[in-house]
């Protein structure tokens, strides 16, 4: 028996020896030469059964490759969990709460086709290693619905890739709470690649627990809070032992991260308007970064931090209470405000201040000396200090000191052996470090 017609239906055109006869699954009645109704009762029967939920059972599937096994259509589709399996729209119009709740129940990593989906959040925990995907964050948004709960909660070895979080920013009346993801206790391995987490009134991300979040890397994407002045992603408030963590190559158009006491940070190609050092941070490195703080001045605190190879438009205090960083290497957009408040040898830097005025001494006698003060805004007590002139020195002797916040003294001593020296008018340059 031959069938034609371009696909099987409720109804089929059956051939069969040159003859046919047309077949209505309905009423179950009609044969072909050659065939019996009992026969086309039992096609009906398969072609019902291949349209329910069964018919995945009823057809099979292998790889070409050899070892392959054959397997049901069924099961095949169940590697893969979408979000659409469930009843989700992604149309920005229904909501697809229940839809996306349903199929993170699954335990399965979660895809979310294009669209934008609607949510109303409670902090849905995901599974130990799950990740829910999509296939871009500018095109597969979950987008936040008049709540104030937190979007997501995480587990260990779960993430989230290719996708964005839109937070309502605040804007129904008394929602002006929640977050986006949430990593508690006993969550290592947590990646976040090319996710975008947006206009989320509370934070974008926040470790909530001390050693929390172990080894989570964040790679790529954009992290907003609806107030651009407050961090997007915040750190635990003191780690007790190391815990590595990893941000790379991600974005902020306000302050990206506030490192709390983390221990073990490493932050580099960035770009962010700030970063907030917090007291207790411990080994946090920083390099390879545009820190666009728009004439602002980042402020460097914690022991044994490190700001190294950065782009930063503003300039940098080192704070009283920080203790064994290092800041040097940077490319700095207003250096002469640059400003260590450290105790002396507790720090290393590279800042330099310099300050110049044009003087003409007065006659100095053979072995006589001769001082003057130079503004060198920056300087500090303790700092090397350092001089020159424009003009051939003629035998005389320069030395350098800071002798006041803010102020150089040059002494000029006569060691020609020749006489007094006259020295015309000249430039004085100082330099303090």
């Known amino acids: 028996m031959r069938y034609s017609g371009g696909k099987i239906g409720r109804r089929g055109l059956l051939a069969a020896a040159g003859s046919f006869a047309i077949w209505d699954s309905s009423a179950k009645t009609g044969a072909a030469t050659g065939e019996t109704p009992q026969s086309l009762t039992a096609l009906a029967q398969s072609i019902d059964r ?27 589709a169940r590697d893969i969990v979408s979000v659409k399996d469930f009843g989700a729209v992604g149309g920005n119009a229904a909501l697809d709460t229940a839809a996306i709740n349903a199929a993170i129940d699954t335990g399965k990593h979660v895809f979310f086709p294009i669209g934008v989906y609607s949510y109303v959040p409670s902090g849905k925990a995901l599974a130990f290693g799950q990740v829910l ?22 587990a260990a070895g779960s993430g989230l890739r290719d996708i964005g979080l839109q937070g309502n920013g605040g804007i129904y009346t008394g929602k002006l709470a929640g977050r986006g993801l949430v990593i508690g206790a006993d969550t290592s391995n947590i990646t976040l690649q090319n996710v975008n987490i947006l206009d989320m009134y509370g934070y974008a991300v926040e470790v909530t627990a001390n050693n929390g979040g172990s080894q989570l890397r964040i790679i790529g994407g954009i992290y ?19 815990t590595p963590r990893h941000l790379v190559g991600v974005a902020s158009t306000g302050v990206l991260i506030d490192t709390g006491g983390a221990d073990n940070l490493l932050l580099t190609g ?8 917090g ?50 290497g940077n490319v700095v957009v207003g250096a ?49 200090a350092s001089a020159a002139i424009s003009i051939d020195q003629a035998g005389v002797t320069l030395t350098a000191y800071v002798s006041a916040a803010d102020t150089v003294t040059v002494r000029y001593q006569n060691e ?11 430039n004085l340059r100082v330099e303090a470090r």
């Open 50 to 76: 291949l349209r329910s939920s069964a018919g995945g059972e009823m057809v099979g599937i292998q790889q070409s490759e050899a070892g392959a096994i054959t397997r049901t259509a069924q099961s095949k």
């Open 133 to 154: 995907y999509g296939e871009s964050p500018l095109t597969t948004r979950i987008a936040k619905v008049d709540s104030d709960g937190d979007m997501f909660t995480m």
């Open 224 to 242: 907003d809070r609806t107030n651009p002045a407050l961090a997007a992603i915040q750190m635990p408030e003191a780690d007790t032992e190391a």
């Open 279 to 328: 007291a207790a941070s411990k080994k946090v490195i920083l390099s390879g970064s545009r820190i666009s703080t728009l004439g602002g001045v980042m402020i460097v605190k914690g022991t044994d931090n490190a700001v190294s190879g950065n782009s930063i438009a503003g300039s940098i205090t080192v704070d009283s209470g920080a203790a064994t960083c290092v800041v040097s």
């Open 336 to 384: 002469s405000a640059n400003v260590d408040n450290s105790a002396l040898g507790a720090n290393v830097t590279d800042f330099r201040y310099g300050g110049s005025k044009t003087y003409d001494p007065r006659r100095i006698a053979d072995g006589a000396a001769h001082s003057t003060t130079v503004t060198c805004i920056g300087a500090r007590m303790g700092m090397i």
């Open 270 to 277: 960035i770009y962010t308007r700030d970063v907030f050092f």
């Open 416 to 426: 020609s052996g020749g006489g007094a020296v006259d020295l015309a008018s000249h």
